[in-house]
C-alpha cells in the first residue's frame, strides 16, 4: 500500500475537542476541520481538559503562525485510565500531527494479578514483534478515550505545539 | 462510543481535498451517532429509550434494534443487548455499526483506498485487502496473528479495559482474546463480543457461518479457531 494520510478522526468523549482547542494548524486537515464545526456549534465538549480555554477558529491559529514550525516527537505523560496507565507518543513534522501512538500501557498490579491467576506463563499462541514489519493497522481491544487524550495533550504540551 | 478513531485513505488516489471533505464527513456522522447512542449521555435518545421517555424510536434507533435482534440470535444469545443491567444496551454493537457507516461514507467520497479503525475494530477499503495485525493479549506491542482482511476484522478481549464482558448465561467469559474476519463489521464485532465469552461454543457457530472466520486465546493461552481461519505472514 502506498503511503497512507494518518489522521486522527474523532473520538467520542472529548479527544476531538482538545485537538481542536490546543490543536493542529491548517495543515491538519480533518481534525481542524471537525473541530472547527465542533466549537461553532457549541456543543458541550466533555474533556475536562477541554473546556476552560475556549478558543477561536484554528483558521486564525494558523495565519497568527508561530516563528518556527514545531517539529518533534514527545512521550505525553502516563494517565490513569481505570485498569492501570497508558502513555500517549506524539510525532509532530512541520507543524502537523504525523503519528499518534500509545507508547506505554501498563495495568494495575491488583488487575494484572487477577490477569495472572487465568494465564499460564508460556503461550502456545505465537509472538511476532509488530516493529519492523509494514503492518499499518492492528486489531486489538478496545481502550478507552479520556486517558488517551490527556496523556496526548500532554505530549504536545512538550512540543510548545498550541 | 469513548474510543478513538483512526481514519486512513491513499494520497494518490483522491485529491487531498476529497479526502479532508469525507474525513469530516466521517467526523460528523461519529459524533452524530455518539450524541444518539452514547449510554453516557443522559439526553442520548438511546438513554431515553432505555428510561422509557421514547414512543416512537428514529430511523436509526429503529435499526440498531433490528441489528440487535438479529445479533442475539446469530450468537444464541451470547450477545444479548437485552440481557444488560440498566436494560437494553446495544453498546457492543453500535461502534461496528458506525464503522460500517463510516466506510460507506468513504466509499460514496470516492475512496478505494482506506481503512477505518474504531478502538481496534477495523473496517478495510481495497479491491484486493489488506494485511491487519492482531495485538497479543499479554504483549501490546507484539502480535499473536497476521491476518488478510478484505472488508472487517475485529477483536475483543479483556485487556484493555478489564473484565468488562459479562455472560448472559452466568458462567465464566471463555477468552482473553477473540477475533472476527468477515463481511460487515457490525456482526464481526458482536461475534468478536460472543466469542470472547462463549468461546468454543461461539465457535462451533461461527463454523456455520459462511465467509466468517475467528480465533480466539483462552486463559491458559491456547488458540481456537475455525477450520477457514488462516493466518498471513507479517
Known amino acids: 500500500m502506498k503511503k497512507m494520510i494518518t489522521l486522527i478522526g474523532a473520538t467520542i468523549g472529548g479527544f476531538v475537542g482538545v485537538l481542536v482547542l490546543h490543536g493542529p494548524t491548517q495543515s491538519t486537515t480533518l481534525t481542524s476541520a471537525s473541530t472547527n464545526k465542533t466549537s461553532g456549534s457549541a456543543k458541550p465538549l466533555t474533556a475536562p481538559t477541554a473546556s476552560p480555554r475556549p478558543k477561536k477558529s484554528t483558521v486564525s491559529n494558523s495565519t497568527i503562525s508561530t516563528p518556527s514550525p514545531v517539529n518533534g516527537s514527545a512521550v505525553g505523560k502516563p494517565v490513569n485510565y481505570g485498569y492501570g496507565q497508558m502513555a500517549v507518543k506524539v510525532v509532530v513534522a512541520n507543524n502537523k500531527i504525523t503519528d499518534v501512538t500509545v507508547s506505554s500501557l501498563t495495568t494495575l498490579e491488583s488487575y494484572s494479578a487477577q490477569l495472572e491467576q487465568q494465564v499460564v506463563p508460556v503461550l502456545k499462541s505465537e509472538v511476532l514483534q509488530a516493529n519492523g514489519t509494514h503492518i499499518l493497522l492492528l486489531t486489538g481491544a478496545t481502550y478507552t478515550s479520556e486517558a488517551y487524550a490527556t496523556s496526548l495533550q500532554s505530549a504536545l504540551n512538550k512540543l510548545h505545539f498550541k | ?234
Open chain 2, 1 to 234: 462510543m469513548g474510543t478513538v478513531f483512526d481514519l486512513f485513505a491513499d494520497e494518490s488516489d483522491l485529491g487531498i481535498e476529497a479526502i479532508n471533505a469525507a474525513f469530516e464527513h466521517a467526523c460528523n456522522e461519529l459524533h452524530e451517532l455518539d450524541d444518539r447512542f452514547s449510554t453516557y449521555k443522559p439526553h442520548s435518545e438511546l438513554s431515553r429509550f432505555r428510561c422509557g421517555e421514547i414512543d416512537s424510536p428514529s430511523a436509526l434507533l429503529d435499526e440498531v434494534i433490528e441489528l440487535s435482534s438479529r445479533a442475539c440470535g446469530m450468537s444464541r444469545g451470547y450477545f444479548d443487548p437485552w440481557a444488560m443491567p440498566g436494560g437494553f444496551d446495544p453498546t457492543g454493537l453500535v461502534k461496528g455499526w458506525a464503522i460500517d457507516r463510516v466506510a460507506k461514507i468513504f466509499r460514496s467520497f470516492g475512496i478505494t483506498i482506506g481503512a477505518v479503525n474504531g478502538g481496534g475494530d477495523i473496517a478495510v477499503i481495497n479491491p484486493v485487502g489488506q494485511k491487519v495485525g492482531v495485538q497479543h493479549p499479554l504483549d501490546r506491542v507484539a502480535m499473536c496473528g497476521v491476518v488478510w482482511v478484505e472488508s472487517a476484522i475485529a477483536t475483543s478481549g479483556l485487556y484493555e479495559r478489564g473484565n468488562h464482558l459479562r455472560n448472559p448465561f452466568g458462567g465464566d467469559v471463555a477468552a482473553i482474546s477473540a477475533t472476527v474476519v468477515g463481511a460487515e463489521l457490525v456482526f464481526c464485532d458482536v461475534m468478536a463480543t460472543a466469542l470472547a465469552v462463549g468461546g468454543k461454543e461461539v465457535l462451533y457457530l461461527l463454523e456455520q457461518v459462511n465467509d466468517t472466520e475467528g480465533f480466539f486465546i483462552d486463559g491458559h493461552g491456547s488458540m481456537y479457531k475455525t477450520s477457514g481461519m488462516s493466518f498471513c505472514d507479517p
